[in-house]
Every structure is written in structure tokens, then in C-alpha cells.
Nanobody
Framework: QVQLVESGGELVQAGGSLRLSCVAS????????MGWFRQAPGKERVFVAA???????YYRDSVTGRFTISRDNAKNTVYLQMNSLKPEDTAVYSC???????????????WGKGTQVTVSS
């Protein structure tokens, strides 16, 4: 399994941008589908975006057109570029690795601890 460490979360004003990063340990990063989930206070964790080992991407409807997921296999890193942020994007964002795609929470092999994103209005 890979170990995942996220970074990049912070407080930002509505309309602003952030880029989250998730660095994975191990030499098999390229074999994993990678994704981002988020959990807002008092709510369940939900899927945000995913990218396959070959670069296919998909997103939850509410972030389509605003968020972009990408990966750099040479750096063992997956990114989530978030633009036009809204207060409802406030959540803890967690990175996930899976050997299956589409990426389902029930099939995640490794989770990161998360990074806090707070969007002020």
C-alpha cells in the first residue's frame, strides 16, 4: 500500500483559488487510481474527483468546471486545483488511492489524513 500526505489547505475568500497536493510513498504510485474526497462538518464524506492511472478524470457535478485533478507520476503526487471557491466547498479534503477505477470509497486502499479548506464569504 501507499502512504498519502496532503498539503495546501488554508483559509481563502470566496472566489479564490487553492491547489491541494498529495504525495504518495512507494514505487507503485503509477498503478493506482487517485482521488479526492471531502467531509464538511456534520456531514458524510463525499467524492470530489478522481484520476485513473492512465489520466482519465471525472468529478462530482458541483465542482465540474471549477476543480481540476491531475497527477505527476514522476513525483508521486496528485493535485487538486480548485478555482472559484465557494463557502460550501469548506471541508476537510482527503486523498485516496485505489487499484480500481471508477474510484469508490469502499474500494479505497489507502487514505490520507486530510487537509482543511475553509472558504469565507
Amino acid at each position: 500500500q501507499v502512504q498519502l500526505v496532503e498539503s495546501g489547505g488554508e483559509l481563502v475568500q470566496a472566489g479564490g483559488s487553492l491547489r491541494l497536493s498529495c504525495v504518495a510513498s512507494g514505487r507503485t504510485f503509477g498503478s493506482y487510481a487517485m482521488g479526492w474526497f471531502r467531509q464538511a462538518p456534520g456531514k458524510e464524506r463525499v467524492f470530489v474527483a478522481a484520476i485513473s492511472s492512465s489520466g482519465t478524470t471525472y468529478y462530482r457535478d458541483s465542482v465540474t468546471g471549477r476543480f481540476t485533478i491531475s497527477r505527476d507520476n514522476a513525483k508521486n503526487t496528485v493535485y487538486l486545483q480548485m478555482n472559484s471557491l465557494k463557502p460550501e466547498d469548506t471541508a476537510v479534503y482527503s486523498c485516496a488511492a485505489s487499484l480500481t477505477f471508477p474510484l469508490l470509497a469502499t474500494r479505497v486502499a489507502s487514505w490520507g489524513k486530510g487537509t482543511q479548506v475553509t472558504v469565507s464569504s
